[in-house]
């Protein structure tokens, strides 16, 4: 404990993606075994290297883990996550890509979902995602007409 209250936990910047396909599925991911949080779903996206920007993060995390290219003028900030964990805080900007070429293989063993926003709910996430579940459905609903008008 500080002066100005409890020790604060190191902050851990990590970036993640809400896929929209032209049919208005979410692509979420399913951590794999050996993993931390294994077997929960999540939207895909990983850490921020020391000094890269959240949009190249977010390129280079998609392109590993699920073999797609992506433009950083096609990702649009969305919403953001901020999650206590035991360790460490975690907070992650959230950004909406409608457009990838490319089709998406799950490059490190992890399973892959394409759901409707509405069905988020039925898959357990980890404690920064769970927020999500309740607030995309309506984040995507609100630009409604935008979101169908994208390519994948």
């Not at 069905?119 to 995507?140: N, T």
Request: with cysteine; hydrophobic share 45%; aromatic share 6%.
């Amino acid at each position: 404990m500080t002066a100005e209250g409890p020790a604060q936990s190191p902050l851990l910047l990590v970036v993640a993606c809400v896929l929209l396909d032209r049919s208005g599925n979410i692509l979420i991911t399913k951590r794999p075994p050996g993993r931390s949080l294994a077997g929960l779903w999540e939207f895909p996206g990983g850490k921020i290297e020391p000094n890269e920007l959240p949009e190249r993060a977010l390129v280079r995390e998609l392109s590993e883990e699920l073999g797609i290219e992506v433009a950083v003028t096609n990702l649009e900030p969305l919403t953001f996550a901020s999650h206590a964990y035991p360790n460490f805080h975690l907070l992650m900007p959230v950004f909406l890509c409608r457009s990838w070429r490319g089709e998406t293989v799950a490059h490190e063993g992890q399973e892959l979902a394409w759901v409707r926003p509405a069905e988020l709910s039925a898959y357990v996430m980890p404690p920064a995602d769970e927020p999500l579940k309740v607030a995309l459905p309506r984040l995507l609903e609100a630009i409604a007409p935008a979101a169908k008008a994208g390519t994948a």
